[in-house]
């Protein structure tokens, strides 16, 4: 198969969707892989590593996008990426439709098949190509939120962890899962004081584990209200897999809080778990709602992109491989991550979507 990787067009994006030695192992399987010239640059990759393994160059995302059956990319397409796509090809990367119905309207009419990354589902229910940088935006949403509380970054002034004769920072974490969990931890260890809400008892269980300094709370609306009007940093990390993120933090609940305070929301990629979430970009990361400072851009790994490509990468190639032979579909957990196909949507997850 041919298989193309294309320059990343979202603001401030860094990743590449495959490192050269992934792509070596691909083309040793007999696949011609493309990749479009200077899109490992900025995750430390340059086009010379990509041709020592046999990878062919190509100068520009049109001649990419016309000699590619499979596009392999990290984030969603945009405007440039979507006139290029064409029916033909097989997508592979992360999608998040179920808060961008113009996506998705756009897919549909191009009539492509589209797999999601965060859509594809092992049977025991783990994310695999989610994980990664679920952990990677888990550990950026303390270290920007620490930083956010600066006061020349318009914060309240306040040191997280504190030390002796101060007291400690508080950090109230929405999702025990993979983002949340790495949230927490970091924040533990710089020494603040950390509640945890969600409402799977082995994950409140697994919490308690992260620390003596930690809580671990079901997840009430009254008992957020509670704990968020104190909060000197809220990370939303909540989850539906594919599905839109239900508001777990109410505009009444931020407008309690103290003026300075930071809220970083993981969840932005699926429409976020703040009712005062709205996209941003690494360009022009926050804004204040009510006094509190917001961070929600949309791809936080970007951010780290050596890091991020080297994870991403080792993640997704083994699906890579597994698609691109010809009865993937007959792979059920390949099929688990369908979310376009011929026109149609067909994640159960999207079904109903307004378009």
């Known amino acids: 198969m041919r298989i193309g990787v294309p320059s990343e067009t979202k603001t401030l994006e860094g990743r590449v969707a495959l490192v050269p030695a992934a792509c070596a192992d691909l083309i040793r399987h007999g696949h011609d892989v493309y990749l479009q010239s200077g899109a490992g640059e900025k995750s430390g990759f340059a086009n010379e590593r990509y041709r020592k393994v046999g990878v062919n160059v190509v100068s520009d995302a049109a001649e990419l996008y016309d000699t590619a059956e499979m596009i392999v990319k990290v984030k969603e397409p945009i405007e440039g990426d979507l006139k290029l796509l064409k029916k033909r090809h097989l997508l592979f990367c992360y999608l998040h439709l179920a808060p961008d119905p113009k996506l998705a309207k756009a897919l549909l009419k191009i009539g492509l098949t589209g797999i999601a990354f965060e859509s594809v589902q092992e049977a025991d229910g783990s994310l695999p190509l989610l994980t990664p940088m679920s952990v990677v935006a888990g550990k950026l949403a303390t270290q920007v939120g620490t930083t956010l509380l600066h006061q020349p970054q318009g914060g309240k002034g306040k040191l997280l962890g504190g030390l002796a004769a101060t007291e400690r920072g508080k950090v109230v974490v929405l999702g025990a899962g993979v983002a949340g969990g790495n949230a927490a931890k970091l924040a533990a260890r710089g020494g603040s004081s950390v509640v945890v809400f969600d409402k799977r008892p082995d994950r409140l269980a697994q919490a308690r584990t992260w620390g003596d300094n930690v809580t671990a709370l079901y997840a009430y609306e009254s008992a957020v209200a509670e704990e968020v009007a104190t909060a000197d940093l809220v990370v939303g990390a909540v989850l539906v897999p594919s599905a839109k993120a239900p508001h777990v933090v109410t505009r009444k609940m931020v ?14 990629d699926q429409g976020g778990c703040f009712e ?33 490509t080297q994870a991403i990468s080792a993640a997704i190639l083994p699906y890579v491989q597994r698609l691109a032979q010809k009865n993937w579909r007959k792979d059920v957990i390949l099929a688990s991550g369908l979310n376009v196909d011929a026109g149609k949507l067909v994640h159960p997850a999207l079904q109903g979507m307004k378009l």
């Open 255 to 268: 407008k309690s809080m103290e003026k300075g305070s930071v809220m970083v929301d993981i969840s932005i």
């Open 276 to 308: 005062t979430s709205k996209p941003t970009t690494w360009k022009d990361p926050t804004y204040v709602v009510d006094g509190v400072t917001h961070f929600c851009v949309t791809n936080m790994p970007g951010a780290v992109p050596q890091t991020s």
